[in-house]
């Protein structure tokens, strides 16, 4: 018999006659609460939850009317003295805006064609947007999608900047996996890099990026 | 059943839990190291948990989808493996630690590869994938940072999550300066033991070789039956880069890692953080689907002793375990004995009704780990999957074969409390020769004797007192 048919064989044994169990599913589940939603006071609170959440892992936090996303943009590159920037296709070309129009724009560099590891490994920093964020937990999720680029990009440069957009707030987990397609490869990204392997106290900075800055439009 | 192989040489199997214990305990390094890092993260857990009003509500429903799903694992594991072929993946199927470990080498020689990286897994540290990698010309490099603690130390691990928890940083700081330049691009000049400086020390030894490797090698913390998804929780971003940058990625996971369908992550990934590392969310969680951005996926589906698990009624909710780790550091006995007297990859309270359910009840170790508790309940309490690990080490005590002195003490016991008038007959006769009870009992079975008392005797039993006076009328 083959691997295959003997483990099947193995588990139909051994739970033959074993009775099935209902899942009771009284925890909070999907509650549908997001920014952008009916009530402003409602995206305010998940607002100020992600915030607080985001910064608790060591993140920096800014909260902008949409607007002005360019201008704290620019001054959070201009403070980290980025050199050369990751930019994934599809992100709104309003982020990277600079005021006055005729200032030199920034050092940027596109995934089309694919950069190769090490290219990767050598620019500064990364832009991108989201797909979705999750107050509760303080967590981003990315799927890849228009303005986040492969998984790759929000990986080896040790500098990530991320911004959350107007509706893309949910109260939970249970509403963020309702979002989210399986099809896509995911990350979910809760603070920079840390490791909790040094007796088990969490430090900021392994591997992914060091410093994650995160900017919200309200 | 063949012995199931568990990631320990034999020779870890001639001594029982005791005696690894009292020479654990003698280690006044290893306690400090122990009670520092278990009382840090039980506080951590337990407030994130708090913070949850429904938190019970989640681990019911935790426990439940893991005993629906094992009740109906034949069907999920088919449901898998179309899933994961249809968006491109490949699935193999494993009997045991051995099959695995051949499967997994013949992929990597495929490629053509001689070096892998990998993501901490306790699948891989299970069947002992990196020695038999190693017997076939492949180097396996360890990438979590507790792994590599453990690997470059050339040590075992003591901990589900954090396989280093027995080092302080004091002694990390020497493992990396001594050892690092052997594996790879040794430690920085003037390396101090902030933990700060020993993370940042792993970042650039590991740098070069995520850029460079092309085989990945990992485990899986949750799989999804309806839609093939894989799922990985991590915190330093090894993960990532082992799963994202190689062309080749290689998943080995047991086959109870199982879940029915992508909601039931919404349960999980706010169980598993919150009692792992005390986290609202750990930093990195990456999930994908067969052949993710362009990779060549394989999936290797591991049995390894799990059937055999799963046949036993009260053993199998062992099965439900999602590796957290919380039963560990809340665990008074680890606390003290520490992770290595287990003698398997599974230390703690779940590795004491895991280890010798997988491994079955041959060795002197696995026969004593039923009894490395004090049935205190705290690893039930803790347990976001509601594993009542008293109820099956209890179990586990009764089916282990006992020495010879008290199966035959309990067989002559049973005798006499087989038939009443036996009975009779004996507590006339211990009434009878009462003052001969000594205080202690002689030979090895005064090793009893030195913590307790020989319960006194009566002149005379009840029922000999009732049949004597009548219930005290006469």
């Not at chain 1, 959440?53 to 201009?78: K, N, Q």
């Not at chain 2, 948990?49 to 509500?57: A, F, T």
């Not at chain 2, 586990?396 to 199966?407: I, S």
């Not at chain 2, 009443?420 to 009870?437: H, I, M």
Request: net charge negative; aromatic share 6%.
């Amino acid at each position: 018999m083959n691997s295959r048919d003997l483990i099947l064989a193995r588990v139909r044994g051994a739970v033959a006659g074993a009775p099935d169990v209902e899942v009771p599913r009284a925890y909070r589940g999907v509650t549908g609460d997001a920014t952008g939603g009916a009530t402003p006071a409602g995206g305010d609170r998940l607002i100020d939850l992600l915030a607080e959440r985001l910064r608790d892992y060591r993140a920096i936090v800014h909260v902008v009317p949409e607007a002005e996303i360019a201008s704290v943009v620019e001054e959070a590159l201009t403070r980290r003295k980025t050199g050369r920037l990751v930019v994934p296709d599809g992100l709104p070309p309003a982020w990277l805006e600079r005021e006055p129009r005729d200032r030199e724009p920034y050092d940027t560099v596109g995934d089309d064609p694919e950069l190769s590891a090490a290219d990767l490994d050598g620019v500064d920093g990364v832009i991108t947007g989201c797909a979705v964020a999750i107050a509760e937990t303080g967590t981003i999720v990315l799927d890849a999608g228009h303005g986040q680029g492969r998984r790759a990009l929000t990986l080896l440069p040790d500098y990530h900047l991320c911004v959350v957009g107007a509706g893309q707030i949910v109260a939970g987990v249970p509403d963020a996996v309702a979002r989210l397609s399986p099809e896509r490869p995911l990350t979910w990204i809760s603070g920079p890099s840390a490791t909790s392997d040094i007796e088990l106290n969490r430090v900021e900075g392994v591997h992914g990026p060091r410093t994650l800055e995160v900017v919200i439009a309200r | 059943m063949t012995r199931t192989f568990l990631g320990m040489p034999a020779s870890a199997l001639q001594r029982s839990f005791p005696s690894n214990a009292a020479k654990a305990v003698r280690d006044s390094q290893l306690r400090f190291n122990l009670r520092k890092a278990t009382h840090t993260i039980r506080d951590k857990r337990a407030s994130v948990v708090g913070e949850l009003p429904d938190w019970e509500e989640l681990r019911q429903a935790g426990k439940a989808i893991k005993d629906h799903t094992l009740r109906n694992l034949d069907r999920y594991l088919v449901q898998l493996e179309e899933a994961v072929t249809a968006a491109g993946g490949h699935v193999h199927w494993a009997r045991d630690a051995d099959e695995a470990n051949r499967i997994v080498a013949g992929l990597v020689k495929a490629t053509g590869e001689t070096e892998v990286v990998k993501v901490k897994s306790m699948a891989t540290q299970e069947i002992g994938l990196n020695e038999a990698l190693a017997a076939e010309g492949v180097t396996a490099y360890e990438t979590d940072l507790a792994e590599l603690i453990v690997q470059l130390g050339d040590d075992w691990p003591s901990h589900i999550l954090v396989p280093a928890i027995h080092r302080n940083r004091a002694e990390i700081r020497e493992i990396f300066q001594e050892r690092m330049g052997e594996w790879g691009r040794p430690a920085p000049e003037g390396l101090t033991d902030e933990p700060r400086a020993l993370a940042e020390a792993a970042r650039l030894h590991l740098r070069e070789r995520f850029l460079s490797t092309k085989v990945a090698i990992s485990g899986a913390n949750f799989m999804i039956a309806e839609t093939g998804t894989l799922v990985v929780l991590e915190s330093e971003g090894n993960g990532r880069m082992c799963l994202t940058l190689p062309r080749t990625l290689i998943s080995v996971v047991g086959i109870e890692k199982l879940l029915p369908s992508w909601r039931d992550l919404e349960v999980f990934l706010q169980l598993l953080p919150r009692s792992s590392t005390g986290e609202r969310m750990n930093p990195y969680t990456s999930t994908w689907t067969g052949a993710a951005e362009g990779q060549e996926f394989h999936l290797v589906l591991l049995d390894n002793g799990r059937t055999h698990v799963l046949a036993d009624e009260v053993g199998r909710q062992a099965l439900r375990c999602i590796r957290c780790s919380a039963c560990l550091n809340v665990c008074p006995v680890y606390e003290r004995a520490g992770g290595h007297a287990y003698g398997s990859v599974y230390p703690g309270p779940i590795g004491a009704i895991l280890t010798p359910q997988l491994r079955g009840l041959d060795s002197e170790l696995d026969r004593s780990l039923p009894y490395a508790s004090s049935l205190c309940g705290a690893c039930y309490e803790v347990c976001p999957v509601a594993i009542d690990i008293p109820q099956v080490l209890v179990d586990l005590r009764a089916k282990a074969r006992h020495p010879r002195a008290e199966r035959l003490g309990m067989a002559a016991a049973g005798w006499i409390f087989n038939r009443p008038e036996r009975l009779a007959r004996a507590q006339r006769a211990g009434g009878r020769l009462r003052r001969f009870v000594p205080k202690r009992l002689p030979g090895p079975m005064s090793a009893w004797t030195d913590t307790r008392d020989i319960p006194d005797i009566p002149r005379e039993s009840f029922r000999g007192w009732w049949d004597r006076t009548g219930g005290g009328d006469r």
